[in-house]
């Protein structure tokens, strides 16, 4: 006879976040029917994480209420009441030093009906505590939970569904129910009251003015104020006194409208309101109806949970997504935050300003339509005079770059093939030079070191883009005290063909052998460093002095470079599209390019190839990335334009971080930032806009729990087992997808029973609804130092994407691991049939199509078809692809249309099957 099967024990569980309560310095969440404990210190860090398993077994957390009793000589234990649905327990909380204890104190209690608020009240005894409990169905129920018995229970004259309800007051006798009732209405009425001849108490007072449901209510005694959240988008707030004496006049005092869905919850502070709801919003309001803060960072449609700390200086909130942040509430995050005109046209007028750059937080360049050059110090507020040249009017190219030193050097382009090199602090000393006998289009700085080590000079690169795509590399050498020195020609190279041919940003490697270059058509390419060899007869080997007129005017005319000499060892063709490459920087081993059309990309250089190996969109809406910032720590701030605003967008927590509505990025525009200052300056209507923002250094946003999706899972898979290091824990990875057009890479550590996020991948252009491995080690087997694996997508509009997984010990994170994401194909069957011939004989793939279910399928060793990848469609047919290996591809091999619908789920596929197909096809 068998034994019966173990039951199956939960060992985590990540869903929406329904409850929160600050208990002290202990937050304490409610996740379905787990609790789950956070200790902060002070600023708000995580210290200690624990969870506690089913207190209400298959009812979800709503509420959590602590008994606020002055008789309790311990500071370090409370009692708790978690309740949710109809399920209600009590508990008492203690920590210590090391540990947190949970004592029961009930069983678990079920109603016959919804909790939707609960309330302490002192019993009988002057010890004793009761509870009140406001129900679904507009009564209150009086409950002993030491003998969980129901007392007593009374009923409202008003039958009918609430939404929401509030209870006020500490003695049975002085009980006031306030219910948002399915009629758009508050209904006050007092438990302890007479019954009529039905047994119901009547309605003292109803307060209407909501245009649908009341989701919440909030009532703070010291300011006689009633709060109310409403379906309408709205939060009111009614001046109604003390709720607990004779009813008095109820005055509408304020009407706010901020959020874009619906409000789920509102809580009254001493100075602040705050409101949470359906899209993802926490506002802080003031007692006028300004919004003071809004915090955005949770992902997807909820913010389902909202409490305050104790000190109201923290805000923490819980979303759907699973995640729980933490907040400051005290004051502005940013300080002395502005946006301010300079004033410009009331100092020259030597016409208007048409380029500038941000040389640092403290200086800012403005060039005029009339060729003159401007300097503003931020930091005293006053503009100053450098020079003037009527040869640079019109056309205004301008760049600059503070050197190491602290000097600053200037470059400006003309039409005429002109650049003229100057120092900040000697401008009288400019070296002037003619490259091109065309336009110059652009021109870009780049800090290195001279070629020569002997050399103790400053040295710095300078490259100039002109007519035909020749791109001219010079090494601009200065003085000890900034002077420019001298100005040397290292190298000549020419751009691909193509209708906008310049190049938009530059890197060097540190290796120094090459350099990555971003040009106007969207494409990356790989130049070498090194001298050209063979050099024009009677010049020198070693690069050539340009500082005189008679060199510049015949460099000027010598612009005949062959392609081969001067083109790029690798060249990656459009891949940010036709709008351009925006910036190129090197970080850590890698290589990341913005670019106009909404993305970035990470690359890696192997040899003389630029390897991409994924390409991510930031927030939605951000059409225009122009540029990425790490900081010192890391992290990685994102630069971009959505619609007309600039952006500053952080990835790791999923917030606008600064937004200044500046007209869009056509317009000339620079950004500089420190740890404590960020500025933005712009040039719009004739004027140069500043915007400041001094960081409040104490500032700091916890991310206590991270997000995990923002909308519903459609598919989990398991990879294997990795062990962080010799002798140190298992880590399970997991890949999830959702709906949120999103694929999660976890990290799931059983031992702790926590989940770090390794990558998020979010290159689907609509939801991810299957998921498949190659290569992957799914049958439990022996950890691994390092797991790699194939990892194939598919999902809605017919679109189907691979990537290569590599996760290895990085003791530098949190959870002990990183994982390297490989993009390699991406195929959608609109595209195939694109390229089919005869394309009137063929039925147009329908581009919704929906990708149900997708599996691997490997042929024998001896057969030569390869990787074969099936899937199952939304129009009815099994469709079977041919996985090419060593380019990459997609090739559909065929179809069939057996099923009339949509066929939800394929499993398996034989060999034979796969090479019968083939074979027809």
């Given at each position: ?255 706010c409208y901020g959020h874009q869905s619906r409000v789920w919850s509102i809580q009254l502070l001493d100075n602040y309101i705050i409101s949470i ?645």
């Open positions: 006879m068998e034994s019966p099967l173990a039951k199956p024990e939960s060992l985590l569980l990540l869903g929406p976040v329904t409850a929160l309560e600050c208990v002290g310095d202990r937050v304490l969440a409610g996740e379905g029917p787990n609790l789950l404990i956070y200790c902060l210190e002070t600023g708000g860090q995580l210290v200690v994480t624990q969870v506690v398993p089913s207190v209400l077994c298959h009812y979800y957390i709503h509420g959590i209420r602590e008994l606020h009793s002055p008789a309790s000589t311990q500071a370090s234990e409370t009692t708790l009441a978690v309740f949710g649905s109809k399920g209600l327990r009590v508990l008492t909380l203690s920590w210590g030093e090391k540990a947190v204890k949970l004592t029961w104190i009930s069983q678990l209690c079920e109603l016959h009906d919804w909790i939707w608020d609960l309330h302490w009240l002192q019993g009988p005894g002057e010890a004793s505590c009761v509870l009140a409990l406001a129900l679904g169905h507009n009564s209150v129920v009086l409950y002993d939970h030491i003998h969980q018995q129901a007392l007593k229970e009374v009923y409202c004259d008003e039958v009918c569904i609430i939404y929401s309800a509030c209870l006020v007051g500490k003695h049975w006798q002085e009980l006031v129910l306030v219910a948002g009732t399915v009629f758009n209405q508050l209904v006050i009425w007092h438990p302890a009251d007479d019954t009529n001849e039905q047994r119901r108490v009547k309605v003292e007072r109803r307060i209407s003015g909501h245009n649908g449901v009341i989701f919440s209510i909030c009532y703070l005694q010291s300011k006689g104020l009633l709060a109310s959240a409403s379906d309408d988008r709205s939060i009111r707030v009614w001046r109604v006194g003390d709720l607990r004496v004779p009813p008095s006049l109820v005055q509408c005092v304020l009407v709801g359906e899209d993802s919003a926490c506002i802080v309001w003031n007692y006028v109806g300004e919004i003071v803060q809004t915090f955005k960072g949770h992902k997807g449609r909820s913010i389902r949970a909202v409490a305050v700390h104790k000190t109201q200086t923290w805000v923490v909130t819980g979303g759907a997504d699973s995640g729980i942040r933490l907040w400051p509430l005290k004051g502005n995050r940013l300080l002395g935050n502005s946006l301010v005109p300079l004033g410009f046209g009331s100092v020259t007028k030597k016409g208007s300003p048409k380029a500038l750059t941000l040389v640092s937080p403290t200086w800012l360049l403005v060039m005029t339509d009339m060729g003159a050059i401007y300097l503003y110090d931020l930091t005293v507020k006053e503009w100053k005079f450098i020079l003037d040249d009527i040869n640079y009017q019109s056309y205004n190219l301008l760049n600059a770059v503070q050197l190491p030193g602290g000097s600053v050097v200037c470059a400006l382009g003309n039409l005429e093939g002109h650049i003229k090199i100057f120092s900040l602090h000697y401008p009288q000393e400019a070296k002037e030079l003619k490259l091109y006998k065309g336009k110059v289009h652009n021109l870009s700085w780049v800090t290195r070191q001279p070629q020569d080590p002997e050399r103790n000079d400053l040295c710095c690169a300078l490259f100039a883009s002109g007519p035909e795509g020749v791109l001219l590399w010079l090494d601009v050498l200065f003085c000890p005290f900034g002077r420019v020195d001298k100005v040397v020609e290292q190298r000549r190279y020419v751009l691909p063909l193509c209708k906008q041919r310049w190049h938009t940003c530059l890197t060097f490697l540190p290796q120094g052998d090459f350099f990555v270059c971003g040009d106007r058509r969207g494409s990356l390419l790989l130049f070498p460093c090194e001298v050209t060899t063979a050099e024009p007869e009677g010049e020198e080997t070693e690069g050539r002095k340009i500082g005189s007129s008679a060199d510049s005017e015949d460099q000027g005319s010598d612009c005949s470079l062959t392609p081969e000499e001067g083109s790029p060892v690798d060249l990656l063709f459009g891949i940010h599209g036709k709008q351009g490459v925006t910036s190129v920087i090197y970080h850590r081993g890698y290589v990341y390019s913005t670019g106009r059309d909404g993305s970035f990309q990470q690359l890696c250089v192997q040899g003389q190839r630029l390897q991409p190996l994924w390409k991510q969109k930031p927030c939605k809406g951000m059409d225009w990335v122009a540029g990425l910032s790490f900081a010192p720590d890391g992290n990685l701030l994102i630069l971009g334009f959505h619609s007309t605003d600039f952006v500053v967008w952080s990835p790791k927590t999923h917030e606008k971080l600064h937004k200044i509505p500046c007209g869009g990025g056509h317009r000339s525009w620079g950004y500089a930032r420190t740890p404590a200052t960020m500025v933005f300056a712009y040039i719009k209507a004739g004027d140069v806009m500043v915007y400041q923002a001094l960081e409040e250094s104490n500032y700091c946003q916890a991310v206590l729990k991270e997000s995990l999706h923002g909308r519903e899972l459609t598919c989990v898979r398991y990879v294997g087992t990795v062990k962080t290091q010799e002798g140190g824990s298992l880590v399970d990875i997991l890949i999830t997808s959702s709906e949120d057009t999103t694929v999660n890479i976890l990290a799931f550590v059983a031992a702790s029973s926590t989940v770090f996020l390794l990558a998020t991948i979010n290159n689907h252009i609509s939801s991810v609804r299957a998921l498949a491995l190659c290569g992957a080690d799914t049958s439990g087997g022996e950890p691994q130092a390092r797991l790699g694996t194939l990892l194939f997508s598919a999902g809605s509009r017919a679109e189907m994407q691979c990537y290569q997984l590599l996760v290895t010990p990085d003791l530098s994170t949190q959870a002990g691991l990183s994982c390297q994401v490989t993009h390699l194909i991406s195929h959608r069957l609109d595209e195939h049939w694109d390229r089919q011939k005869n394309k009137h004989k063929f039925i147009k793939m329908d581009p919704e199509t929906r990708y149900m279910s997708i599996v691997v399928v490997t042929t024998p060793q001896q057969s030569s078809l390869g990787l074969v990848l099936a899937a199952a469609c939304s129009d009815g047919s099994i469709r079977l692809f041919l996985v090419d290996e060593l380019a990459w591809k997609l090739q559909l091999l065929g179809e069939s249309f057996y099923h009339q619908r949509c066929v939800l789920k394929v499993q398996t596929l034989t060999c034979e099957t796969v090479m019968g197909k083939r074979g027809r096809n």
